[in-house]
């Protein structure tokens, strides 16, 4: 089952997360018939968003919104504090040629320059805090290790991999966020931005161990790493015929009709979980 893991080293210093997506990798990519090349990226998006909200609680939520100027064009994800987690890209097909199967745009071309934003809104809170840091090809990871160091001023380093079948279905794919705690001294931060400095490729143990939690105390070993918390990660999208229904109410007269369709209702499809809902003119408020 894809999840949240959460373990403290034994000095109390460090903060360490993994999070397992490959599940919902392989659903983003069902529901929204997702090409390869945007199922790689997707995939490590959304371990990094899943990372970000290992902090939530309650009733919060964060979303985590990718824009870019390559073929992807960006990506979409939010998050709450129960795991519940959707994404969608804005184009699901970028990145393949359909006329050569064996084609398949590397992952720095196909995001090219861009900026991850991030945006909170705490339980209660009506205004959102948000943070946007620049990122530039395949380094999503850094790009949130960046914004966690700029937005949050915390000391921290992210790591994300995946590995894909041919078919383009991922047989795994997890993040890890490594983040210092007040009171880390810089004798500590060394110490442990140089173990980092060592690790095997993340993708490698993954593969040889199959747990986040072996990989952990496997890794961190010199750290002594105790176990925290646990949180299930599933694909959930809130949409109803209620809020479609809300929305379209807010719009004014003229662009609530150029919304309406050639058979006089109203089509609107939900771009998190692609459910299309009709609305007939007769269910909107007079």
């Given at each position: 089952m894809d999840g949240l893991t959460g373990?403290?080293?034994e000095d109390g210093d460090f903060r360490?997360?993994?999070?397992?997506?490959?599940?919902?990798?392989?659903?983003?990519?069902?529901i929204h018939r997702f090409s390869y090349p945007v199922t790689d990226a997707v995939s490590r998006f959304v371990a990094g968003a899943a990372l970000l909200s290992s902090d939530l609680k309650g009733k919060d939520v964060i979303g985590v919104y990718l824009n870019c100027s390559g073929p992807l064009g960006g990506i979409r994800t939010e998050v709450n504090a129960a795991g519940q987690l959707k994404a969608f890209a804005l184009y699901p097909r970028a990145g393949v040629d359909e006329t050569d199967s064996s084609y398949v745009m590397p992952l720095s071309q196909l995001i090219g320059r861009?900026?991850?934003?991030?945006?909170?809104?705490?339980?209660g809170g009506r205004v959102p805090f948000t943070g946007t840091?620049?990122?530039?090809?395949?380094?999503?990871?850094?790009?949130?290790?960046?914004?966690?160091?700029?937005?949050?001023?915390v000391h921290s380093a992210v790591l994300i991999s995946n590995f894909l079948t041919a078919d383009g279905e991922a047989a795994f794919c997890a993040?890890?966020?490594?983040?210092?705690?007040?009171?880390a001294s810089p004798e500590k931060l060394r110490r442990m931005e140089n173990e980092i400095e060592g690790f095997p490729p993340f993708s490698e143990v993954l593969q040889e161990v199959n747990s986040a939690e072996l990989a952990v105390r496997m890794l961190f070993s010199n750290f002594k790493p105790q176990y925290l918390f646990s949180r299930p990660l599933?694909?959930?999208?809130?949409?109803?015929?209620?809020k479609v229904a809300r929305v379209l109410n807010s719009l004014s007269p003229e662009d609530l009709e150029d919304a309406r369709q050639e058979d006089g209702l109203f089509h609107v499809?939900?771009?998190?979980?692609?459910?299309?809902?009709?609305?007939?003119p007769d269910e909107l408020r007079k």
């Open positions: 373990f403290l080293t360490i997360v993994v999070a397992e997506v490959g599940r919902l990798a392989n659903y983003l990519k069902e861009g900026t991850i934003t991030v945006s909170r809104i705490m339980e840091v620049e990122m530039e090809g395949e380094a999503l990871a850094i790009g949130f290790s960046r914004y966690l160091m700029d937005s949050m001023q993040g890890m966020l490594i983040q210092a705690l007040p009171g599933i694909f959930h999208c809130s949409c109803s015929k209620e499809n939900c771009d998190y979980c692609g459910t299309e809902y009709v609305v007939r």
